[in-house]
């Protein structure tokens, strides 16, 4: 049992950070530290398809055509692009949605005087009731 958690000791180390990400958007009440989870949050989730997507060995998949025609392809020296194009779409979308994220923010502190959840939504109960 312990050779098998020091051998996927990444994904460990992924999970931990996927808690505490999780931990930061639960558990804290400023809307900065909340985001700051949410990009924690996504940053393990982008690296644990990254480590999954690579191999002990590997080559990169770009191919000599004549040398494929010749010999076929050996699957299991290559690594799977896929996951790696995947990841690098969510980071541009992570960046984009925390470049809106703080956008917001901005409006809120500019609107409320604070970032504080407890005390954004006590201002909007007082000025609807």
């Known amino acids: ?48 398809f990254i480590s999954t997507g690579a191999k002990a060995g590997g080559r990169i998949p770009i191919l000599d055509k004549y040398e494929v025609l010749e010999h076929g392809v050996n699957v299991n020296s290559i690594v799977n692009p896929l996951p790696h194009v995947l990841m690098l779409t969510a980071i541009v979308v992570g960046v984009s949605v925390t470049g809106v994220a703080l956008a917001v923010l901005v ?12 005390e954004i939504l006590q201002k909007i109960e007082e000025e609807n009731g």
């Open 1 to 48: 049992m312990l050779a098998l958690i020091i051998a996927k000791y990444n994904y460990w180390l992924y999970v931990v950070l996927m808690m505490i990400g999780f931990y930061a958007m639960i558990g804290k009440r400023n809307l900065v530290k909340k985001l700051i989870g949410m990009n924690i949050f996504q940053t393990a989730i982008i690296l644990f």
């Open 107 to 118: 409006r809120i502190y500019r609107k409320y005087g604070t970032l504080e959840e407890d």
